[in-house]
């Protein structure tokens, strides 16, 4: 198998670096590596570089998955596919976020239903319609399915906007679509479709590892399952675990949903485990777990913390804790603002 994955307990990068280097033997001409984001790609790049008798410094790719782009594709020439893929991607004019919203800006001028909005009213339009169309974008929904929704408990006005929106999101696709334009993440999209793609079709030889995501996105996810499949790519996860049942409030849940989607078996994900490279030990992984696990029911919450206090696995759990509730999730914020500084403070 040819996925892996780091426990949480165990630092991520440096983990995934020394697994790296000794995976690959220090070869690292023809391997790409996607991370979640573009810190983590800065901290591993670092890392390599800093790892001794590393020789790849000049050929390391590393790059956040969010930076995917045409130029990507560059790497699997002369393929004859991938060299349409890259004339059809280059005619493609992307608006980001602020071309984006003035762009919806004049749409929502020319719309009667809008009225005489001032500029800045059409703005504050523009900026919600953009978002609900990135949202719909990254969820891959048909705008036509909007049809589906059952309205018949909704109030009159509510009806209205749900086919207004459906039908002027569908108006701005098609204008979009004549003027050969995209958002950003609707390029995104087609990217990693394409990508995914040759990776399935395409005879190419280049090492692919995608390591820390959690798909979240179903684009994300989809390149991931393809990667997976392919001959070789490795996929590395962190932080899964093992017969671990999880509302979606935990920061696991997603990780279960992306290994059911790969139709992956737990007992086939090889752990990358390096006591170099430890962090705490079993017991508080499992301790993180019990506060996202048994949030409503504190009582059994305590019991569990005091069990492990007796058992001294742990001897500050009890002491540390204390119960906090809050009206809104602006004042929650504010609270662990609070104690992070008091913290903070005593440390000094």
Known sequence: MNVFNIPSNYNFIKSLANWLKKHYNNEFSDLKIFLPNQRSSRKLRIELLNLQDFNGQSSIKIKSFADLNIEDFYDFLPNNLCAEIIDELSKIKVLNRIDAIFFLCEEVKKNPIFGTQNFTQRFKTAKSLYQLFEDLEENQIDASKIKLIDDSN????????????????????????????????????????????????????????????????LSSKNLIKSIKNYKNGCVVLYGYQ????????????????????????????????????????????????????????????????????????????????????????????????NIVKENLKNDL
């Open 154 to 217: 909704l109030a009159k006005h509510h009806q209205f906007t749900v086919e207004f929106f459906q039908n002027f999101y569908i108006q701005i696709k098609d204008i979009l679509i004549k003027k050969n334009l995209m958002f950003t993440g609707s390029f995104h999209n087609l990217l990693c479709k394409k990508f995914s793609e040759v990776i399935e079709t395409q005879n190419i030889n280049q090492n692919i590892v995608i390591a820390g995501s959690t798909g979240s996105i």
């Open 242 to 337: 093992q017969h671990l049942n999880v509302e979606e409030i935990h920061p696991q849940f997603y990780l279960n949903e992306l290994v059911k989607f790969l139709d992956l078996e737990a007992k086939n994900i090889q752990e990358i485990k390096n006591s170099e490279f430890k962090n705490s030990c079993e017991i508080r992984k499992d301790f993180g777990n019990l506060i996202f696990n048994d949030y409503k029911n504190f009582e059994n919450f305590l019991k569990s913390c005091q069990e492990i206090n007796k058992n001294f696995e742990i001897t500050d759990i009890v002491s540390n804790l204390e119960i906090s509730c809050f009206d809104n999730e602006m004042n929650e914020a504010k609270s662990i603002v």
